[in-house]
């Protein structure tokens, strides 16, 4: 029931801190997106409010089943949509921070992606980050570590998300280890969407992607991808890390390390085009997702990558 990609490791760092009573009360997460953060923020609130008193946080009392499910009175995540944190929702949770927990030993406040605070939010809430409220826990999340956030880093215990593993990506979304190194190298190790594209059946999408490049000189199979900017943007993202494939196992690498393991014979093909080839592939690519970056047309880009591809 345990929600998936809380990061195991930080969870176990705060099951220590728990047991030797150093809980702080504020905490900043810091890691790339979709690292896990708000679920393991999640996780920490279960493990402060869980009723058992060996196995927290047990996921199957009602404190964690209602965390788990976004129903807990005294647990509140501010900014689940990622947009601008304004004042008037710090104040809406600086008001529910005076009030009695109705049911939690700890109220959790969840604040995500403070680097969308306005200046005004993020004043309203150092006061609060200083001098805590008894039982309380807060817990920022920052992708950006870099930002102008030092006001309230200072104040917090900071705590570092990295991209997952590969293993730990296989462990987590019960995959293949293929599957695990295409979705880990593909997502830069980004656990959240790689569930997302896991429940897109994005294996089966990528596969029609690249016999769109790869299996006809039609030219209308390559027209249809690029009709749509995000599907365009998919289907070049997809089909460089093929490129990429190629040339890695052109330059020895075992096919065991590809990407595309589940296309090796395209790959292999691939492979075997002289490298001046595979090499004008590739930058077309490039040149043809920075038309689609600059929002311009991007259909000569493709139509020239085809070229590139079929040598017509
Ligand atoms: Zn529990």
Redesign the pocket.
Known sequence: MNTVSVDPRILERFKRLVASSRMGHAYLFVGPKETGKTQTALGVA?LVN???SEA??????P??QKIASRNHPDVMVVNQNEGSIKIDQIRSLLGRLQLKAYEAKTKVFIIRDVENMTLEAANSLLKTLEEPASNTLMILTTATPESNLDTIRSRCHVVKFFPVSKNRLQETLNVSPDVARLLTVYTDGCLGQSRILLEEDFISRKNKILDAFLKSSNEDALKKLSSEKEEAREALHVFLSMVRDAILFKSGVAAIELMHVDRLLDVQSLAGRPYEELAAIYNQVIKTKQLLDENLNAKMGFSILRQRIWQN
């Open positions: 279960q869980c009723e058992s927290a946080p047990c996921g199957i009392c404190s964690c």
